[in-house]
């Protein structure tokens, strides 16, 4: 039975390799899943939800830099802890964009800059507003005044665009896989007690599987929304109490099948149990399909999460998320900054094109009758 099984799987990743677009699909995915965990290690703004604002650098051009004091704040730390870098720092000092300054025994002198280049009245801070913690003027001209590059320039909040595009990585992938998680919990336990026991518990599940499935997806992720609150996880079981209707269906079809094998009916006169039959011995054999509707279960989650935040109801601000991104500056495209719209819905396009095709490419592969 295992060396059936390590074959099956042998020859799945040898078909998988041979497929270039199996192969592309498959690194997009693991890019995705990169970003997703080393996130703030590849954002430029390492504060949380990179949400620190500069409304004076407000639409800035891609590629924009900007010379910036940072003060520090009476919340100041100089360290980062492990939390600070898998899920952003607190904001502890307050970032001031300036065209020039001088430094003297006393005192840190600058010219603020108002906008758009434009000088402001020149300001002086005594030096104890960094030397009490312990900071040196070396220190002062090394690490709190730097000229700042913006990759993909800021938004209308003068936020640093590129952080929160690759901050909002993490919404939509683990919105696709805590979706699939709960779908799978859910449908694979639902559909294997339909298939296997059948009579009035396969009505009672087929009853509330057409009553689920005869609601549309956004209607339903709605009002469980509505009734669970708006917020990072409520989203995240929202849209996978949803998703777990088709793989009841699949997993009840496969089970109505094997129920009947050879191979079940000499488990049950050896006096295997109910739950070492369904669990040992069909289960096993129904993976491939559930794994191909996963696959495309994860692509609709992220198409729905980014609808949701687009209407308002998904991830709440300041929390970045591709489809928040895009409600705040759709209306953009037709003011000359069309990246800060077009650049998370291709990056929307990208993963879920990615999810499809490795759906597509495991559903041949996984296919034994070739």
């Known amino acids: 039975m295992e060396n059936n099984k390590g074959s099956f799987t042998y020859n799945t990743i040898q078909k998988l390799r041979k497929n270039p677009l199996g192969v592309l699909s498959f690194a997009v995915i693991i890019l995705a899943a990169l970003v997703t965990i080393f ?42 802890s492990l939390s600070d870098l898998f899920f952003g720092k607190e904001i502890d000092t307050e970032q001031i964009s300036i065209l020039d300054f001088s430094i003297d025994n006393k005192k840190i002198t600058y010219t603020p800059n108002i906008g758009d280049n434009l000088k402001g009245e020149t300001v002086s ?35 640093d665009f590129y952080s929160r595009l690759v901050i909002g990585t993490r919404i939509s992938f683990l919105i696709g896989f805590i979706a699939v998680f709960i779908s799978l919990l859910v449908g694979v336990s639902l559909g294997a007690l339909a298939g296997y026991y059948r009579g009035w518990i396969d ?48 997993v009840r079809g496969q089970f109505l099948s094997y129920r009947e094998k050879e191979f079940v009916e000499a488990a049950r006169a050896l006096g295997f149990s109910d739950y070492r ?34 209407l308002g109801i998904g991830a709440q601000p300041p929390t970045p998320s591709w489809g928040n991104i895009i409600k705040e500056h759709y209306s953009h495209i037709i ?26 490419v495991l559903r041949d592969v996984m296919d034994i009758k070739e």
Do not use: C
């Open 125 to 159: 801070l005594p030096l104890s507003t960094w030397t009490k913690f312990g900071i040196t003027n070396a220190e002062i001209r090394q690490d709190f005044v730097s000229n700042k590059t913006y990759i993909l320039g800021t938004d209308s909040y003068g936020r």
């Open 335 to 360: 003011l000359g900054k069309q990246h800060l719209a077009i650049l998370p819905g291709l990056a929307i396009m990208l993963l879920v094109l990615g999810f499809n095709i490795f759906g597509n």
């Open 277 to 310: 039959i369904i669990f040992k011995q069909i289960l096993p054999n129904v993976i491939a399909p559930v794994i191909v509707i996963s696959a495309a279960n994860f692509a609709s989650a992220i198409l729905v999460e980014s609808g949701l935040s687009f």
């Open 203 to 250: 009505n009672l599940i087929m009853w509330i599987i057409n009553v689920v499935w005869s609601i549309p997806t956004l209607l339903l992720v709605i009002a469980i929304t509505l009734a669970i609150g708006k917020g990072f996880w409520q989203i995240f079981i929202a849209v996978g109490l949803t998703m777990w209707v088709e793989v009841a269906r699949v």
């Open 39 to 80: 996130a703030y290690f590849l954002a430029t703004d390492k504060t949380k939800n990179a949400n620190r604002q500069d409304l004076t650098i407000a639409y800035a051009p891609i590629g924009y830099q900007q010379l910036t004091l940072e003060i520090p704040l009476e919340n100041y730390t100089e360290s980062s």
